[in-house]
């Protein structure tokens, strides 16, 4: 089920990637060649965009694809990196908490309002909808990063190393040059 769900997930978020990039080259290529364009065009790219960075926050953390500042942490002894690892969370957790309560609010208002998109004929809720599912699915990723934790399969947030990343490119870079001059 997890894979289905992972599976699942990867393939909104190319779908959503797609379609945007898509509908862009499309826009440009009539705004600029034919001197016309699609009045929804622009909303549509803004919608598929928020709803992109919502799935990817969430996909994020399973990956570890995050930049996090963790020089001083990584100083730290093992069980003291967990302890932080674990307020870390229960922070971003409280935070998806807030943020779930108020999508919920909005959500509500826009529907007891009634309105709809400006340019696309569906209602704004709907559209908006993605800051509760978004946040939801953050948060139950966040509960099995804490899990995990909590059971020492991890110490916390696994995070990109951009400098560890950079260092390796060099020395690739390095061997490289090396090569080509023999």
């Known amino acids: 089920m997890n894979t289905f769900i992972n599976k699942l997930e990867e393939g909104i978020i190319s779908l959503l990637l797609a379609a945007m990039t898509l509908l862009v080259f ?37 990956v570890g694809s995050h930049i996090g500042v963790d020089a001083l942490v990584k100083l730290f002894p093992a069980h003291v990196r967990r302890t932080v690892g674990i307020v870390a969370i229960l922070l971003c957790l409280a935070y998806c908490g807030l943020f779930l309560f108020g999508s919920w609010v909005f959500l509500g208002k826009l529907i007891k309002i009634g309105i709809h998109l400006h340019d696309i004929p569906i209602p704004k809720w709907v559209a908006y909808s993605i800051l509760f599912v ?21 110490e916390g947030f696994k995070l990109l190393d951009e400098a560890k990343e950079s260092m390796q490119l060099a020395k690739k870079e390095v061997v490289d040059l090396e090569g080509d001059d023999e």
């Not at 549509?44 to 960075?53: D, R």
């Not at 139950?140 to 991890?154: D, E, M, N, S, Y």
Request: charged share 10%; glycine share 12%; hydrophobic share 65%.
């Open 26 to 62: 499309v826009e440009v290529v009539l705004r600029f060649g034919f001197n016309v364009g699609i009045m929804w065009a622009q909303e549509l790219t803004l919608l598929l965009s928020g709803w992109m960075v919502m799935f990817g926050v969430s996909y994020g953390i399973k």
């Open 134 to 154: 978004g946040m939801a699915m953050l948060a139950v990723r966040l509960l099995h990063l804490l899990w995990a934790v909590i059971q020492g399969r991890a």
